[in-house]
């Protein structure tokens, strides 16, 4: 027994350390590897870089429907419907359409006193979930490129432009944009305020990484795009509705890519409950998401199956490694080792329960900022995943700050 629990304890810590640390390496030097063998077909006159072309004129530039499923955004509509019908795109080309998930709020009020042109709005009376308003919303549109964003994100004025401009190229079917977090006393168009969470901007990195290699999976919900002809309807109680629609795409055999330049902002949650609760449901989203497209992690899949399983899945089964590692680790507690690591690992939580009661009261203190995101991340990741196998699986959504 205790052999046993000595290889799952370093098992399970081997795995946290792997997709957390030992995956970027990898990542970066495969990358490295992929672009260095790329340029040097360039160089060479292996390659006629034909495979490359994006969209470049106005008159290439195809005709976009953004769409915004919204609930309860009175707060933000008008702002949101605004920055859009400003973007820096020909104005015949770019269509808005609006469905509210019977909003409580004056939501709808706002939006139909903003009567444009360019502006369809549908007011669904039956409350059904975020994924049931994208579906009908995207088979109303009739344009080419389906844009995808939330009503509290707020588009940079090129960012539609930045989208589109891949879709030059064949083998792209999705594009993911850049989200920003920014403070909410932040101007939300000046990029020079951004003040998101190392984390995200990790994240980010690997986005980039993974691209590069044909191995992106995910999107940014709030600024992602998808030719029209390749969107299935997703069911109606899919709860991460981006990763869905961009897994369905990988899980066809496209291509989706990552462009750090087509750039949207979002206001960080002042209340870290807000944030918890965000963090829950994305949970339970993601083991949704793992059963689904599980078949995804067959080595036929390649680089896919790789950032799949070192990105994704690993990731959201830390919390399960966590919980291995302090059981086994109190197990084997008697040996002075184990006993020195269980008095980190006890310190490494404390440290987080006291950020977690010092931010209730202002700021955390930011040495424990990273032990408090680490376990808030992981325990919501948990929390989820218990919703889900207790059958708390539901598309209906409640609003939250972010």
């Known amino acids: 027994m205790t052999a046993s629990a000595t290889f799952m304890l370093w098992f399970s810590l081997a795995c946290i350390v792997y997709t957390y640390a030992g995956?970027?390496?990898?990542?970066t030097l495969i990358s490295a590897a992929h672009q260095l063998r790329s340029?040097?077909?360039?160089?060479?006159?292996?390659?006629?870089?034909?495979?490359?072309?994006?969209?470049?004129?106005?008159?290439?530039?195809p005709h976009v429907a953004v769409l915004v499923a919204a609930f309860n955004e009175a707060q933000h509509i008008a702002e949101r419907i605004t920055n859009l019908l400003n973007q820096d795109y020909p104005a015949e080309?770019?269509?808005?359409?609006?469905?509210?998930d019977a909003s409580s709020d004056r939501t709808g009020d706002i939006v139909r006193s903003m009567a444009h042109p360019r502006l369809t709005f549908v007011d669904f009376t039956a409350r059904r979930?975020?994924?049931?308003?994208?579906?009908?919303?995207?088979?109303?549109?009739?344009?080419?490129?389906?844009?995808?964003?939330?009503?509290n994100t707020m588009f940079l004025p090129d960012a539609v432009q930045k989208l589109v401009r891949h879709f030059g190229r064949s083998e792209v079917a999705c594009v993911c944009g850049e989200l920003r977090l920014v403070k909410a006393d932040a101007d939300p168009l000046k990029t020079s305020d951004n003040q998101d969470h190392i984390y995200w901007r990790y994240e980010r990195l690997l986005k980039f990484f993974e691209s590069?290699?044909?191995?992106?999976?995910?999107?940014?919900?709030?600024?992602?795009?998808?030719?029209?002809?390749?969107y299935r309807a997703i069911p109606s109680d899919t709860i991460v509705d981006d990763f869905w629609i961009s897994m369905q795409v990988v899980e066809d055999g496209q291509r989706c890519v990552y462009d750090p330049e087509a750039v949207a902002l979002e206001?960080?949650?002042?209340?870290?409950?807000?944030?918890?609760?965000?963090?829950?449901?994305?949970?339970?989203?993601?083991?949704?998401?793992?059963?689904?497209?599980?078949?995804?992690?067959?080595?036929?899949?390649?680089?896919?199956?790789?950032?799949?399983?070192s990105h994704k899945v690993l990731r959201w089964l830390v919390p399960h490694c966590m919980l291995m590692a302090f059981a086994c680790n109190l197990w084997l507690i008697t040996q002075s080792f184990y006993a020195a690591l269980m008095v980190g690992q006890?310190?490494?939580?404390?440290?987080?329960?006291?950020?977690?009661?010092?931010?209730?009261?202002?700021?955390?203190?930011?040495?424990?900022?990273?032990p408090l995101f680490f376990v808030s991340m992981n325990l919501g990741l948990w929390m989820g995943f218990w919703r889900y196998i207790t059958g708390g699986a539901s598309g209906?959504?409640?609003r939250s700050a972010r």
């Open 23 to 27: 995956y970027p390496l990898v990542l």
């Open 39 to 61: 340029d040097w077909r360039q160089v060479s006159g292996g390659s006629s870089g034909s495979g490359t072309r994006r969209i470049a004129t106005q008159a290439e530039l």
């Open 93 to 100: 080309r770019l269509h808005i359409y609006i469905g509210s």
């Open 129 to 151: 979930g975020k994924a049931s308003v994208i579906n009908d919303l995207a088979a109303m549109a009739t344009q080419e490129i389906l844009v995808f964003t939330d009503a």
């Open 212 to 230: 590069r290699i044909g191995g992106l999976l995910g999107a940014n919900g709030g600024v992602y795009a998808l030719r029209h002809g390749l």
């Open 267 to 309: 206001t960080i949650p002042e209340r870290i409950s807000d944030e918890f609760r965000r963090r829950v449901r994305i949970g339970l989203g993601n083991y949704q998401a793992f059963k689904r497209f599980a078949k995804l992690l067959s080595p036929l899949r390649g680089t896919v199956a790789f950032t799949f399983f």
């Open 346 to 370: 006890l310190l490494f939580y404390g440290g987080a329960w006291y950020a977690w009661r010092r931010s209730l009261a202002g700021a955390a203190p930011k040495a424990l900022r990273l």
């Open 396 to 398: 209906v959504w409640a």
